[in-house]
């Protein structure tokens, strides 16, 4: 098979799927509004969602690799610094019309699991898709979407190995349910970590702590693990996360390991 004819039996697959997922009607939740206290010392008070790898800011690079599985419309959690983020979108998309991104502005840090229930207006759709703006993981969307379908899953969980110790412990068993989420412990880990992709389905929304202001990680999940559908998502790649200066700046040598466009 000759090398344009691969290339459009590649397109058709990716197509098939795209309609077979939905994804271009899916919405796509990316959390923004982090601190990013420990990376400072290289970046300053700058968003590190916006801090450049090669050439492109972080989050363009991450937009950009989920748009290649048809996703269109993205909601962006800002807080701090929140300019920086509408300045790097509005250079990278503002004149593309097949890409729609909104954005929900806190006026005060109202951790990742405030962030997703002041941004409930603009989700349209169930399941939607959470990413954390300072992790990448090269995962199959397509797969995803297969794995929460067909486990008839609540909350899905993109998981993946690491020999860090601030990963947090989270423990699946053989049908990969979730049966214990902690986040960040500060000690060796014995099952998976976070990997900062989740898809969730509205069912689990009224389950919400009351609070305006909460985490996902902290007050929501080691909860709703342990009463609704939640499993665990193996990716077996590795998973990247620049909130330290020395995770930063091994960020493009990462991607340009997976042939990934900076």
Known sequence: MGSLAKEIKSWLCILYM?????????????????????????IGERQKVTAEVGPKPFLVVL??????FGFSHFVLCTGFAKEE?????????GNEKQVSLEFSDEKISLGTGGAIKK?????KSDPFIVVNGDTFSD???????????????SLSIVLARSTREDGGNII????SRVTSFQEKQNKPTLGYINAGVYMVSKNVVPSMPAAETFSLEHDFFPEIVKTERCF??????????IGTPERYAYAEEYFKARGIEV
């Not at 795209?18 to 290289?42: A, H, S, Y």
């Not at 937009?63 to 290649?68: D, G, K, S, W």
């Not at 983020?85 to 998309?93: G, K, L, M, P, R």
Request: charged share 25%; net charge positive.
């Open 85 to 93: 983020v509408y300045n790097a979108i509005q250079e990278q998309y």
């Open 63 to 68: 937009i950009n690799y989920i748009r290649r």
């Open 119 to 123: 941004a409930l207006p603009l989700i």
């Open 172 to 175: 699946v068993d053989k049908n």
């Open 18 to 42: 795209m309609i077979k997922t939905n994804t271009q009607n899916t919405d796509i939740v990316i959390l923004c509004g982090g601190l990013g206290t420990r990376l400072r010392p290289v």
């Open 232 to 241: 665990g998502y193996i990716h077996k790649g590795e998973m990247l996360d």
């Open 139 to 153: 995962i199959d969307f397509f797969s995803l979407f297969d794995f929460h379908d067909r486990m008839k899953s």
